[in-house]
Structures are given as structure tokens and as C-alpha cells.
């Protein structure tokens, strides 16, 4: 019998025990705080925020589960044992809604769309003709799983897709690659929309600056997917107000929800989501969890395992 | 050498010129109202919105191509002569544009774009959990050149398809096919997104009312791309305001451009765009203009001549 430690603060919480019980029969799913003892027997925890130190008080946890793609909200806790296996989450229908969502702002930016919105609201029909899609560039910025399905979903249109990568991938027809810090300006430099898909680590935290979002032609747009700390918003502002930049949809913020007060609610060539452009799916993920616990107790290596050095 | 007698009424129209010129090596190319006379020898004309009797004021003209899908604008004429052929637009450029957009939209529906905008105007951090694709019911009322396009870029995504035509078309994997008024209404009880890419004829006109629109289910959204002329936008209204129906993203309209002072601008369910989900390329229209114009001297028949009685 599997034991889960469950860990969620979050309206509709109450699907996932089905989607485990499913994919998991027999299965002990505790929800925080109901985890027991310690000395209940071995556990594996499914966690989204926990509590800091809450993970280090359950030496039974063999491996802890990240409900999404992203694992900085377990990393930041200090106490979190430097042995134990964090697990990302890459099931398909993670993959699947980020590839629906990118695909979906890329032609809005492609076909004006957050521009013919705001003349909406000023009772304006104003047409505008955007370029063909042959002539639009767009960048894929962090090539891993959800970066790739992103590229698959956009290949259909006629779009000139890149992707820039830290380290090197495997050539692919259709798609220009760029590799490491010394090919990043080459990519925005040639990237009319780009999708901000990195993880957050010391090395991209406000990698989109005023320097490098200066590197962009003019009138490029930013799709931020990925991590909030992937991009300084003073000077996304500055650009956007300035006219260099032409829009932005921001998905993912630094600090979320982003305070009901914050001044880019209201800013015209900004939209906000509230982190949905990717949401871990229960019975997908339910199923990602069982098949890596199944390799685990198996003595074989899980999928998507966080390396700690590099931070993803 | 060909004659073009050109004839649109939009700013930026100085492109038609040399997309021409390059398509059509030494073309005679018009500008209204430097028409000539009708005496200069045999002419096409290739127009949008051309004013009353015009046409008829040039029997020099052997064919007229309609600058867009849709043909209402020209044979709203009633000097228009019957024998004269009407060529419809069917280039690629604008099949393109089409699909593109149809697939923003039907994505935008699906994943509650519309209301997380009506969010962000609100300040609110509101999270939303779109079901997944394959739960999602696309329908296409309307599968001529344009539907198919729309149907090709929708494949790829994972939506249960169907779609509506007046006569039976090749059946295809993955499409339910739903064909004449005795299928109409089993076609809207099945579908969660509309796509309306009808034209306009005596038929569609108000084809979409508080009779038929209620036949679809609740939450169900429609995107109209077609024919202004298809919905009846009091009847839709109401069925919006009474949460019937979940929103309606508008590009065409009975009386375009849509008046300044029209309610429909701030309703919160309703997107407006500007006529712009298509827009025919100077490059391939005049291509498109080309190679028709051949066939027509080589005594073959030209490709989306105009049927008269079904009025498409």
C-alpha cells in the first residue's frame, strides 16, 4: 500500500484523493494536516508550498512530488534534507495546456489582438493588419519538455521558430537553436515574440532587463510562462512605455497573487493571467505519480529528478 | 495586356498597385475613379463596396473578383448585370488569416481568455480551470474553403469537431459532419463552441436567434466570422445576459463599422474585432486575380464564380 502526503492550500482541492484512489488502488492519501506520525511507514509527498520545514519534520518521505513543473517552491525552504529526491512534474496534461496557452498568446500577439481589445474599450474599430505569420519570429526561451510542446503546437503555423537552450540540443528541422550565454543576444536580437519558459534559479532572475529586452527589435512582445523572477517589470514597463516593446502577457509573477493593488492591472499593453497558462491536471498527474513511484520501489531512476546544483 | 478597374475605399489601399504589377507583368491598373472609359477595350473589375450601378456603368467589364470571401457587397447592387460573372476570393493568404484566427479564438473561448480579461480590469487573481481539449465540442457552421482551412488548423489540438453545411461534403476522420436544416439543430446541441462562417444570403439571415441559440448548451460560446447579417444580436444579447450562453467574439456586422455609440462595444461578454479575421493579402489576391484571369481567356472556367440563386 502506497502512503501519499498531500499538501495543496487551494480552493477545489478536493479532486485530486479521486484522481489517486484511481490511479493508485488501495492508496493511503493523507491531506495536510492529516499526515500522521513519522513512524507510520515510508511516504511520498505531493506538495505544492508546503509549509517551510514541513517537509524535514517526515523522515518517512522517500521522495517529494512537485504538483507542477517548477520546484523553487519547495528549494526555498532551508531545511529541505540536501538528500532527498525532488521529483518535477512533466505529465501530459501539464504539457498539453502550456502548449495550448502559448499557442494561443503567440496569435494574439501575431494578430494584434491585446491592441484591438483595448480599442474595444474606447468604442474604436480601428483596423489593424498584422504581418503574415511566415514573417513573424518567434523564440522559445528554455527548450525542456514544455518548451518543446510549445514548438510542436506552433509548427503547424508558418511562424520562424527558434529556441535558446543553456545547454545544446539535438537539431531539429524548423527550428533554429541557440545555445548558452554566448548565443542569448543573437536570439533576442531576432526574436519578434518571445516565450519565457525558464525555470528560477540565481542565473535567471532578471535575466530580461533593461539591456537584454533593449536587444529585441522593435516592437517585440513578451510571453512570460515560465518563473515572475525571470524579468524585471520596471524595466519591462519602461520599454513598453517607451514604445520599444508592444505588449506583454505576463502568466507568472515574483511574489503571486499579484497584490490587487499592483499598478500593471491597469497598464493597457500588459495582460495578466493568474498562473493558469499550465495547470497539473489530476488524473494525468495522479497516473505521473503512480508509474514514478512504481520505478522507485523498483530501484530504478524516476523521471525529471531535480538537480540541485543546476536548479531544475 | 489586362485591365484591372480597381475600386476600394479604405486608407493604405496604394498596396493593391504593385502586388499587381508584380503578379501581372505590364497590367493596365486602375485606380477608381480613374476608370477610363468603357471604351478603352475589355477589363476586370476587382473591388470591395463599389457604389451603386457602377458596374453597370461599364460593360467593358467581362468579370468582377470581389476583393473578399463574401460577394453581398457587390450584388447588393440591383443595376448589376445578371449574365456578369462574380469571381469569389479564395486565396491562400486569406485562408491563412482565417485559420489563425478561428484558432486564437476557439483557444480563447476554451481557456476563459475573455473573462480572466474582464478579470484584470477588476484587479482580481481569478483562477480558472478550463476542461480539457478532448471534452471540448468545436462546431464550424459553414464548411466551404475558409471552414476547411479553420477545420486543418484546429486538428492538431485535441477538440471534438464537427461541422455544418447546406449540402453533404467528402466525409473525413476525425469530423462529424452534419449537412442541411434537418441536422441543424443536432448540430447546435452538440457544440460548445461555434464558429459561424456562413455568408450572407436570404437563408442566414438571422439564422442565429433566440430559438436556435437555445439549443446549444449552456456555457456555450460563438465566434462569428462569417456574415454579420447570421445572428440576431438582441437574441444573442439576451442569452448572454441570462448566462445561457458564456460569450461571443464578433469580427462582422450587419452595418460595418459598427457604430461609436452601439451598447455592444461594453458588453463584458462580448469581444469586438474589426472585421480583421481575414484579410485578403495584395500578394496572393493578386496572384489569385492572375491566374484566374487566364483561365478566363483560355475559354476555361474560373475557379469560385458566384451561383447567383444560392447566393454564394
Redesign the interface.
Known amino acids: 500500500m502506497t502512503r501519499i502526503l498531500f499538501y495543496l492550500d487551494e480552493p477545489?482541492k478536493e479532486v485530486w484523493r479521486p484522481a489517486f484512489e484511481a490511479a493508485m488502488p488501495g492508496v493511503d492519501f493523507r491531506d495536510y494536516p492529516n499526515w500522521g506520525s513519522p513512524d507510520d511507514g515510508p511516504a511520498y509527498a505531493f506538495a505544492w508550498e508546503p509549509e517551510l520545514g514541513l517537509i524535514a519534520k517526515y523522515p518517512n518521505i522517500r521522495a517529494v512530488f512537485s504538483l507542477g513543473a517548477g520546484v523553487d517552491h519547495l528549494t526555498r525552504d532551508p531545511d529541505l534534507p540536501a538528500d532527498l529526491p525532488i521529483i518535477r512534474m512533466s505529465d501530459n496534461?501539464l504539457k498539453?495546456g502550456m502548449a495550448?496557452?502559448v499557442?494561443?498568446t503567440v496569435?494574439?500577439h501575431?494578430?494584434f489582438?491585446p491592441r484591438?481589445?483595448v480599442?474595444?474599450?474606447k468604442?474604436?474599430?480601428?483596423?489593424?493588419?498584422p504581418p503574415?505569420?511566415k514573417n513573424v519570429r518567434v523564440g522559445i526561451l528554455g527548450y525542456g519538455a514544455l518548451g518543446i510542446a510549445c514548438a510542436q503546437?506552433l509548427r503547424?503555423?508558418?511562424y520562424r521558430l527558434a529556441a535558446w537552450s543553456r545547454t545544446a540540443k539535438p537539431a531539429e528541422d524548423g527550428i533554429e537553436h541557440f545555445t548558452g550565454t554566448n548565443q542569448f543576444n543573437d536570439f533576442l536580437a531576432r526574436t519578434d515574440i518571445l516565450v519565457g519558459l525558464l525555470p528560477s534559479t540565481p542565473e535567471t532572475t532578471g535575466l530580461l532587463n533593461a539591456n537584454t529586452l533593449s536587444l529585441m527589435p522593435k516592437h517585440a512582445s513578451i510571453i512570460n510562462v515560465g518563473r515572475g523572477t525571470l524579468i524585471d517589470l520596471d524595466d519591462l514597463v519602461a520599454l513598453l512605455d517607451n514604445g520599444h516593446l508592444s505588449g506583454a502577457t505576463l502568466d507568472v509573477f515574483a511574489q503571486?497573487?499579484?497584490a490587487?493593488?499592483?499598478p500593471l492591472?491597469?497598464h493597457e499593453k500588459i495582460?495578466?493571467?493568474?498562473?493558469?497558462a499550465s495547470?497539473t491536471?489530476p488524473e494525468t498527474a495522479a497516473e505521473y505519480v503512480a508509474r514514478n513511484i512504481k520505478k522507485i520501489e523498483a530501484g530504478q531512476q524516476p523521471e525529471n529528478v531535480l538537480d540541485r546544483q543546476r536548479g531544475y
Chains 1, 2 share one sequence.
Do not use: C, S, V
Request: net charge neutral; aromatic share 8%.
Open positions: 477545489g496534461g498539453e495550448e496557452f499557442l494561443m496569435l494574439m501575431h494578430r489582438m484591438m481589445l480599442a474595444q474599450r468604442h474604436k474599430w480601428q483596423r489593424l493588419f503574415r505569420a503546437a503547424p503555423l508558418d503571486e497573487p499579484l490587487a493593488n499592483d492591472w491597469d495582460n495578466i493571467t493568474p498562473h493558469i495547470i491536471r
